[in-house]
C-alpha cells in the first residue's frame, strides 16, 4: 500500500528498473530530508497499482488501493505541489495482458482483458483497462510545460569521458522512408475556436446511407483552444507499407517500422498491425479469415500471433508459411537477434523516439538477424516528424558522427500542459467502421472539421488550449533570457496546427520585445541549424510541441551524453507547483532481466539525483525552509561527486551498479553537508554519518556485492513482493544502520 499521509515530497512508485532503484534509494531520501523537517511520501502509479486500483469489488481489503494516480491528478493544481516522477510503464495490449496475469496468479480476483467484448460486464472491464493503456498517467500529471537540459554536472562529465559514437559514411544505405500523402500530416485542419464556438463539442460519423453515429460528445474546448483533426487513410498506408517491404529488399536494407504504440496508445497499434500484415501478406491473403475467426489480431503482433497459431487447428501448417515468409522477405531490425525478438514482435518494443537515436548514435546501423549491425531502412509512416530524423540521418552522412568531446547542448521548452496535441488525442482517435464523413462540431454548431473517410482509416482530434500556449510562450522567454542563447519555435508555416500556434507564439514575442531573439524554422531546418549550432560547442534551444518534446530530448542527449535518463526534466506546473521529472529513458526492462538472472542492475540513477536537487531547492525556496534549499544544493555536489569518482553503474556483474551508486551518493551528499557552512546544525547532524560511511566503505561495498552473479527472487515482475524486493535491493546491514 502507498503512504497516503500528507508528505511535504510526492515520489511516485512506478515499474521495472526505475521502482526497483527506488526501493535502495528511498529509504535514503527519507532518512537525509528528515533532518530538514521534510516528510517524503509515495503514489503508486505503476501499471499493476493502476490495475489494481481499477477493480476494487472484486478483491478484498488487503488487496484494495486507492486510485493514486487521480489523487496526484489533484494535487498537481494545487500551489504547494512538489512531485518526483519517476518513467512508468505506457502499457501496450501485450504489457497489460501479462501483467493482468500476474496478478491473477498472485491470488487479485481481476477478470481477463477482453480483446472482443461480448457482454456487458466485458465491455465495462475493456473500458477500465483501456483507461489504464498507453499514455495514461502523463497527460494526467503534466499540469505545466516542460523545460528539459543537461544539467551542467552531467554535461561536464559527458564532455570529459565521451561515450562511443558509431562511424558514419557517405555511402551509408539508411534512409527514412515515410508516406507522401493520405497521412495524419497531409489531412490535418486547425482552427482557434472563438468564443462563440467555445463548449461542449461533438464528433459524428455520417454513412453513405446518412446515418449519424456519435463518436464523442461533451468534448470541451474553452475559447481560444486550437482544435485539430486529421486522418489516415489504410488505403494509402497499405499501399505505403507494401511499397516499403519490396524497397527495402530490393535496396539490401533492414526492414524496420518506428511508431509510438504505447503513448498513441490507439492509433500506432493498429499501424503495427498493418505492418505486420504487409510483411507477412502472403500468410494473410491465404489465411487471414482463420486467424481473425481465432481471435488473432495483428495489432498485438508476431509474438503473440506465433504464440495462438500454434493453438489452431492447422496452426503448424501457417506457421511453417510464416517462417518461410520471412525467410524471403528483407530481414528485419532486431530487438535481440540472440533470442529472435523482431521489430514486428511487440508493438511497444520499438518506440520512434528511442529506436532512432540509438540508431543514429550507431552510424546508422540497425542490428539483423544475424546479429550483425547492417544499413537499414527505417519506415515512420506519417510525415509529421518524420523530416527530423530524415535530416539528422542526411546531416551525419554529410559532416560525420558528433564529437561529445566538444559538442554542445540542446535544451527543450516543451508545450505539454492539459494534454496539448496529438500525445492527449487517444479519447479522440477511432478507427472508422464503415465508409462517410467524420465531422467535428462545435457547441454552437459550426461545422469545424470535416473529412470524407474510409472503413479503417484512423481518424483522430487534438487540441492545445490557449493558456497552456500563453504560458509555453512565457517559459520559452524565460529560459532565453537566461541563456542568451539561439532559440529556435520548431513549428512550420506550411502545417496547418504549427500555423495557429504561430498565430499566438509571434504577437507575444512582440510585445515582450523579444522577436529578435528567436527565429520559426520547421522542423527539418530547425534539426540541421540545432546541430550546426552543436557541433561548434553553442548552445541551442528547441521550443517545441508535445511530440517533438519527447522525441528530441530522446534524440539529442542520447547523442551529447550517451542516454536520456540523465536529463533534468522540470514541469512547472500552472497553478504553481513543480513536477521534477527523472529523466527520458523509459523504464528499462532490459535492466530487470539482467538483475533477475545476476543480481546486477546497471539503472543508472542519476536522473533521480538531479530531480531530487531540483525538488529540494523549489520546496525550500517556496515554503522558507532553508535547510531543504541546502539539502538540494549539497545534492549537485553529491552527483557531481558521483561522476568525477566514476561510481556510476557499470554494465557487467561484478563492477559497481545501481546499488554500489546510491552508496557512494549518500556518503558525498554526507560529506557535502558536514562541510558546509550555512547551516551548523545541518553540519553537525551528517559529520557522524558522513564519518560513519567512509569508515565502512570497504565493509558496506563487499555486503552489496556478495550477491551479484546469482539469480535475484523479486516475487513477481509487475507486481514484486515487497519483502523480496528490499533483500534484494538493501543487502547492505552496515549501509542499512548508518542511514537509519
Not at 496546427?497 to 522542423?523: K, M, Q, S
Not at 552489496?704 to 535475484?712: M, T, W
Request: proline letters at 4%; hydrophobic letters at 45%.
Amino acid at each position: 500500500m502507498t503512504d497516503q499521509t500528507a508528505s511535504d515530497i510526492i515520489v511516485t512508485k512506478v515499474d521495472e528498473a526505475p521502482q526497483l532503484a527506488s526501493a535502495s534509494l528511498l529509504p535514503v531520501i527519507r532518512s537525509f530530508a528528515a533532518a530538514a523537517g521534510v516528510s517524503v511520501g509515495t503514489r503508486d502509479i505503476s501499471l499493476a497499482g493502476r490495475i489494481i486500483a481499477a477493480f476494487p469489488e472484486r478483491l478484498t481489503e488487503a488487496q484494495r488501493q486507492p486510485d493514486d494516480l487521480a489523487d496526484l491528478g489533484r494535487l498537481v493544481t494545487l500551489p504547494g505541489a512538489n512531485v518526483i516522477k519517476l518513467p512508468n510503464i505506457s502499457a501496450s495490449v501485450p504489457q497489460l495482458v501479462a501483467a493482468v496475469r500476474e496478478l491473477q496468479a498472485q491470488g487479485y480476483d481481476l477478470p481477463d482483458y477482453p480483446e472482443a467484448p461480448a457482454t456487458p460486464e466485458e465491455v465495462e472491464s475493456r473500458r477500465r483497462y483501456d483507461a489504464i493503456k498507453g499514455s495514461a498517467v502523463n497527460p494526467v500529471l503534466r499540469e505545466g510545460n516542460s523545460d528539459r537540459r543537461a544539467a551542467v554536472a552531467v554535461k561536464n562529465y559527458a564532455k570529459a569521458n565521451p561515450h562511443s559514437m558509431g562511424r558514419w559514411s557517405a555511402d551509408c544505405k539508411t534512409r527514412v522512408s515515410t508516406m507522401a500523402q493520405g497521412d495524419f500530416r497531409s489531412n490535418e485542419r486547425s482552427v482557434t475556436l472563438t468564443a462563440a464556438q467555445a463548449g461542449k463539442a461533438r464528433i459524428e460519423h455520417v454513412g453513405l446511407d446518412g446515418t449519424v453515429r456519435v463518436l464523442k460528445q461533451g468534448v470541451d474546448y474553452p475559447a481560444g483552444t486550437v482544435v485539430d483533426a486529421t486522418f489516415m487513410s489504410a488505403r494509402a498506408l497499405r499501399a505505403f507499407l507494401a511499397e516499403q517491404v519490396d524497397a527495402t529488399q530490393a535496396a539490401g536494407l533492414l526492414f524496420s517500422i518506428h511508431l509510438k504504440a504505447t503513448m498513441m496508445k490507439v492509433s500506432d497499434p493498429i499501424i503495427f498491425g498493418h505492418a505486420v500484415k504487409a510483411f507477412l501478406a502472403p500468410v494473410f491473403d491465404r489465411h487471414g479469415a482463420a486467424m481473425q475467426a481465432a481471435g488473432i489480431d495483428a495489432n498485438s503482433g508476431l509474438g503473440v500471433m506465433l504464440e495462438r497459431i500454434a493453438d489452431m487447428a492447422g496452426g503448424a501448417a501457417i506457421l511453417a508459411e510464416i517462417e518461410a515468409t520471412l525467410k524471403a522477405r528483407a530481414p528485419l531490425y532486431m530487438v535481440n537477434s540472440d533470442r529472435g525478438i523482431t521489430n514486428l514482435h511487440v508493438p511497444s518494443d520499438v518506440i520512434v523516439d528511442a529506436s532512432m537515436p540509438a540508431l543514429i548514435r550507431a552510424g546508422g546501423k540497425g542490428w539483423g538477424p544475424d546479429g550483425k549491425a547492417a544499413d537499414t531502412n527505417c519506415i515512420i509512416p506519417d510525415s509529421s516528424y518524420a523530416a527530423v530524423y530524415d535530416e539528422t540521418i542526411a546531416y551525419f552522412k554529410e559532416t560525420g558522427a558528433l564529437d561529445p568531446a566538444t559538442a554542445g547542448t540542446v535544451q527543450n521548452i516543451g508545450l505539454m500542459a492539459q494534454k496539448a496535441e496529438e500525445y492527449g488525442s487517444h479519447p479522440t482517435t477511432f478507427e472508422i467502421a464503415s465508409d462517410g464523413v467524420v465531422r467535428l462540431i462545435a457547441a454552437n454548431g459550426d461545422v469545424l472539421h470535416e473529412h470524407a473517410v474510409e472503413a479503417g482509416d484512423i481518424w483522430r482530434a487534438a487540441s492545445t488550449r490557449k493558456a497552456a500556449i500563453e504560458d509555453w510562450v512565457r517559459l520559452a522567454i524565460d529560459r532565453q533570457r537566461a541563456e542568451g542563447c539561439e532559440a529556435i519555435f520548431w513549428l512550420d508555416r506550411d502545417r496547418p496546427h504549427d500555423a495557429e500556434l504561430i498565430g499566438y507564439v509571434e504577437p507575444i514575442l512582440a510585445a515582450a520585445g523579444v522577436t529578435d531573439r528567436f527565429a520559426v524554422l520547421a522542423p527539418r531546418a530547425a534539426t540541421r541549424r540545432s546541430f550546426e549550432t552543436i557541433r561548434k560547442g553553442g548552445t541551442s534551444i528547441a521550443i517545441t510541441g508535445n511530440v517533438l518534446r519527447d522525441y528530441l530530448t530522446d534524440l539529442f542527449p542520447i547523442l551529447e551524453l550517451g542516454t536520456s535518463a540523465k536529463m533534468l526534466s522540470i514541469v512547472k506546473l500552472m497553478n504553481g507547483g513543480g513536477l521534477f521529472e527523472t529523466g527520458a529513458g523509459g523504464s528499462a526492462p532490459k535492466h530487470v532481466q539482467q538483475l533477475v538472472e545476476e543480481n546486477h542492475l546497471r539503472w543508472d540513477s542519476l536522473g533521480e539525483f538531479c530531480a531530487l536537487g531540483e525538488s529540494l531547492k523549489f520546496l525550500g525556496e517556496t515554503t522558507g525552509n532553508d535547510k531543504a534549499r541546502i539539502l538540494g544544493a549539497a545534492v549537485d555536489v553529491a552527483t557531481q561527486g558521483v561522476l568525477d569518482h566514476d561510481r556510476s553503474p557499470q554494465g557487467k556483474a561484478g563492477q559497481t551498479d545501481n546499488r554500489d551508486s546510491h552508496f557512494y551518493f549518500a556518503l558525498y551528499w554526507a560529506q557535502a553537508l558536514a562541510t558546509q557552512t550555512e547551516s551548523p546544525e545541518l553540519a553537525a547532524r551528517f559529520a557522524p554519518v558522513a564519518e560513519a560511511l567512509a569508515a565502512n566503505e570497504a565493509v558496506i561495498c563487499a555486503e552489496l556485492a556478495a550477491g551479484q552473479g546469482s539469480p535475484a527472487d523479486l516475487g513477481g515482475y509487475y507486481h514484486t513482493d515487497a519483502a523480496k524486493t528490499v533483500a534484494v535491493m538493501r543487502p547492505s546491514a552496515t549501509f542499512n544502520r548508518i542511514i537509519g
